[in-house]
């Protein structure tokens, strides 16, 4: 019998399953796709998310942001810029690999290409059906994603979902290089999201989502948000579509007695940015302090939920609502960018993880008038070609 059986290898599952191997505990992981493998995300790590990690990752990125170009609705252009990084650009196929082999140097087992398919309740713990066999297990955790499963057969089905279509989109390395250092944020591009440039050591990921969970001219979009990106001939485009979670802020049910959900099986993700790595390895967190509390006798697993709607939820549902609030008065947005130009600095704290949503009415205010201002130095231009 395994300690915990952990459904998905991305960064929440691989991150969980090394903690636990790497206290002692029997733990095995099940991914359906074989590692490597593509995973549709923009690959920006946000400084906050990179003080999460644990391990050196310094291999897996291609780019460091330190500037941030908003494209606004009404043809204006604001770049934000930072004296340290704020966005590091991973390749999610080395990213994934990464965390995943570290995962087994430490001694989770691995079994990927390999297909859950239910569980049912044996003895003391579950029993894990697959293709490939049955396994026993104490604990199980789903981390398969935001169409999870295992969210499905345990009933804990959370949040509400967007949509995204992205581009790996192969250009001359003169176009990368022009962007290096550099991210466009576009508002646009999209109703209620923004469109994005990020670039790749060999590439730009380009891309729109949207909160909305149906747009008919998506495609159109997204088609507009390369033509308006790419000079001269792509190479190579290859495109996929995914979707987004999309919270409000409500307290979820993400455990029961014997099972527990992390990463984008929750649809934790910051309502805002649409940023889920972060929120994933948070849940990974909490889960590993849970359940090595579990098994010491000192809390059942129902301590997970109530940590989450605690330590997680609240600055979600602000989260919400500022997107809420922002998405729907762009126009005010560029204005209050153009004439208080320190308000970036509030964000800027958020994604440097200085700072929180929680209680943006008062901060926001205080940030554009430099009453409150940024740990990090930043410069705005307006008007930027």
């Given at each position: 019998?395994?300690?915990?059986?952990?459904?998905?290898?991305g960064?929440?599952?691989?991150?969980?399953?090394?903690k636990?191997?790497k206290?002692?505990?029997?733990?095995?992981?099940?991914?359906?796709?074989?590692f490597?493998?593509?995973?549709?995300?923009?690959?920006?790590?946000?400084?906050?998310?990179?003080?999460?990690?644990?391990?050196?990752?310094?291999?897996?990125?291609?780019?460091?942001?330190?500037?941030?170009?908003?494209?606004?609705?009404?043809?204006k252009?604001?770049?934000?810029q930072?004296?340290?990084?704020?966005?590091?650009?991973?390749?999610?196929?080395?990213?994934?690999?990464?965390?995943i082999?570290?995962?087994?140097?430490?001694?989770?087992?691995?079994?990927?290409?390999?297909?859950?398919?239910?569980?049912y309740?044996?003895?003391?713990?579950?029993?894990?059906?697959?293709?490939?066999?049955?396994?026993?297990?104490?604990?199980?955790?789903?981390?398969?994603?935001?169409?999870?499963?295992?969210?499905?057969?345990?009933?804990?089905?959370?949040?509400?979902?967007?949509?995204?279509?992205?581009?790996?989109?192969?250009?001359?390395?003169?176009?990368?290089?022009?962007?290096k250092?550099?991210?466009?944020?576009?508002?646009?591009?999209?109703?209620?999201?923004?469109?994005?440039?990020?670039?790749?050591?060999?590439?730009?990921?380009?891309?729109?989502?949207t909160?909305?969970?149906?747009?008919?001219?998506?495609?159109?979009?997204?088609?507009?948000?390369?033509?308006?990106?790419?000079?001269?001939?792509?190479?190579?485009?290859?495109?996929?579509?995914?979707?987004?979670?999309?919270?409000?802020?409500?307290?979820?049910?993400?455990?029961?007695?014997?099972?527990?959900?992390?990463?984008?099986?929750?649809?934790?993700?910051?309502?805002?940015?649409?940023?889920?790595i972060?929120?994933?390895?948070?849940?990974?967190?909490i889960?590993?302090?849970?359940?090595?509390?579990h098994?010491?006798?000192?809390?059942?697993?129902?301590?997970?939920?109530?940590?989450?709607?605690?330590?997680?939820?609240?600055d979600?549902?602000?989260?919400?609502?500022?997107?809420?609030?922002?998405?729907?008065?762009?126009?005010?947005?560029?204005?209050?960018?153009?004439?208080?130009?320190?308000?970036?600095?509030?964000?800027v704290?958020?994604?440097?993880?200085?700072?929180?949503?929680?209680?943006?009415?008062?901060?926001?205010?205080?940030?554009?008038?430099?009453?409150?201002?940024?740990?990090?130095?930043?410069?705005?231009?307006?008007?930027?070609?």
């Amino acid at each position: 019998m395994y300690d915990v059986m952990i459904i998905g290898g991305g960064p929440a599952g691989s991150t969980l399953g090394r903690k636990l191997s790497k206290e002692g505990y029997k733990v095995l992981l099940i991914e359906k796709h074989v590692f490597p493998r593509y995973k549709a995300c923009g690959g920006g790590i946000t400084r906050r998310c990179y003080k999460l990690l644990d391990v050196d990752i310094s291999e897996c990125i291609e780019d460091v942001t330190y500037e941030i170009i908003f494209r606004f609705p009404n043809d204006k252009t604001t770049a934000l810029q930072t004296d340290k990084p704020i966005i590091y650009q991973v390749d999610r196929v080395k990213f994934d690999k990464y965390l995943i082999d570290m995962a087994a140097y430490y001694g989770c087992e691995i079994h990927d290409g390999e297909t859950f398919y239910d569980f049912y309740e044996h003895d003391k713990g579950l029993v894990v059906v697959t293709d490939k066999g049955e396994y026993e297990t104490r604990v199980l955790v789903g981390a398969d994603g935001i169409n999870s499963n295992m969210a499905h057969k345990a009933s804990l089905i959370n949040g509400k979902k967007g949509i995204a279509l992205e581009g790996e989109v192969y250009v001359d390395n003169s176009l990368i290089d022009g962007l290096k250092g550099k991210v466009v944020v576009d508002f646009n591009a999209i109703k209620y999201g923004y469109g994005w440039v990020f670039p790749k050591g060999d590439r730009l990921s380009i891309g729109v989502g949207t909160f909305l969970n149906k747009v008919s001219d998506i495609k159109e979009m997204f088609s507009k948000m390369i033509e308006e990106n790419v000079d001269g001939n792509i190479k190579d485009c290859k495109i996929y579509g995914h979707q987004l979670s999309f919270p409000d802020g409500s307290n979820g049910t993400f455990n029961n007695d014997k099972i527990i959900l992390i990463g984008d099986a929750t649809r934790l993700a910051d309502p805002f940015t649409g940023e889920g790595i972060y929120n994933a390895l948070l849940t990974a967190d909490i889960s590993f302090d849970v359940i090595k509390k579990h098994f010491n006798g000192k809390c059942g697993l129902d301590e997970y939920t109530l940590r989450l709607n605690r330590e997680v939820v609240p600055d979600i549902r602000w989260a919400y609502r500022l997107a809420q609030f922002t998405y729907n008065n762009m126009d005010f947005i560029e204005k209050s960018v153009r004439y208080f130009p320190n308000v970036l600095s509030y964000f800027v704290d958020i994604m440097m993880g200085d700072n929180t949503y929680m209680n943006f009415k008062l901060k926001v205010p205080m940030y554009a008038l430099r009453i409150m201002s940024s740990k990090t130095k930043i410069k705005v231009e307006k008007n930027v070609p």
